[in-house]
């Protein structure tokens, strides 16, 4: 009995301790993408660029962590297009995490400052949704499609370019870095890594430029299309009335010649001939104005698609290395 006991009591031991061991290689193997991370973030030493821009978006100690152990560097555009497959793509690609590592492409257009640094942000999300894993992941998850399913409209358009197997990662890096009014949770632990005002002012800032010239250009559209049917249907009806006062005209001076009007009669088509002569005028003049009025706004149309093409050449890393703006 005592030593079959004995016998019952060390296998449980072994096990027990056998059991320990998967355990400790378990913690192992779980933390060995931190230690990779640590080793990393130890190592790098940013760029004086890179350190400015993790000072003007706010990186805590965290934040810091998880954006230096992906050695984030920013390219010319034949090195990043090497690295992110730029030249692949239809869209333009301001930045990529691959390989556990963030590029971000060197626009320098001065007009959208502000952009790499969303841009820094915005790959760092990934590799922080990268190291999500459990309850972390299911609670951020779901705290992106409660967020996503209630502003679907406005989300659709900028989703669209993801891949469905993407859609989380860039969920929680778009929304981080552009939109406001998350959920809690989202908030909470986005405020862990950055400041989100001070990115989300700096998206407003580059982003505006961008929307400003979307939205003056729909409105000179809007306004030139409105133009041009008026101009189109009070021509018509310029002309229209044009030859008919040429042949009251006509009409008049024939009588007048044969001798077969009256002198009150004259006096009276005299008038009305000169009212409409009047009234005509001041159509030709409206007519002119609203001429000159479209012209103004097709020149001006014309110089915001300039503007619009120099802001859309500065982000597009597939046209080379752009002029300095």
Not at 99 to 111: F, G, H, L, P, W
Not at 123 to 152: F, I, P, S, T, W
Not at 277 to 298: F, M
């Amino acid at each position: 009995m005592t030593n079959k006991a004995h016998k019952v009591a060390g296998r449980i031991v072994a096990l027990l301790v056998l059991f320990a061991v998967c355990v400790g290689f378990g913690a192992i193997y779980l933390n060995r993408q931190y230690i990779s991370d640590y080793v990393r973030y130890r190592s790098f030493t940013p760029t004086s660029e890179i350190a400015q821009i993790a000072v003007r978006v706010g990186l805590t100690d965290d934040g810091r962590f998880r954006a230096y152990s992906a050695e984030p560097g920013i390219y010319k555009a034949d090195e990043f297009n090497q690295f992110c497959g730029a030249a692949e793509t239809e869209v333009n690609v301001l930045g990529c995490y691959t390989n556990d590592k963030i590029y971000i492409y060197d626009v320098s257009n001065a007009e959208i400052s502000g952009i790499k640094e969303v841009t820094l942000v915005h790959e760092m999300l990934h590799a922080d949704y990268a190291r999500l894993g459990g309850g972390d992941l299911e609670a951020v998850n779901n705290a992106l499609d409660g967020y996503a399913k209630q502003h679907a409209d406005s989300l659709r358009g900028h989703m669209a370019n993801y891949s469905a197997e993407d859609r989380y990662t860039e969920l929680y890096s778009v929304l981080g870095t552009e939109y406001s009014g998350l959920p809690e949770h989202l908030e909470t632990r986005y405020s862990k890594l950055f400041n989100r005002d001070a990115v989300l002012e700096l998206y407003e800032g580059y982003i505006k430029k961008f929307n400003d010239i979307k939205e003056r250009a729909n409105e000179i559209v809007e306004e030139g299309n409105a133009l041009a049917t008026d101009i189109t249907n009070q021509s018509a009806a310029y002309s229209e009335a044009v030859n008919q006062l040429n042949s009251e005209i006509d009409v008049l001076n024939g009588q007048i010649e044969s001798g077969n009007i009256t002198r009150v009669e004259f006096e009276n088509r005299q008038a009305a001939i000169t009212a409409e002569v009047n009234r005509l005028s001041a159509l030709r003049t409206e007519i002119e104005q609203k001429i000159e009025r479209y012209n103004s706004l097709v020149a001006e149309l014309e110089q915001l698609e300039l503007q619009s093409k120099k802001l859309d050449d500065s982000i597009n890393s597939k046209l080379g290395e752009p002029n300095k703006y």
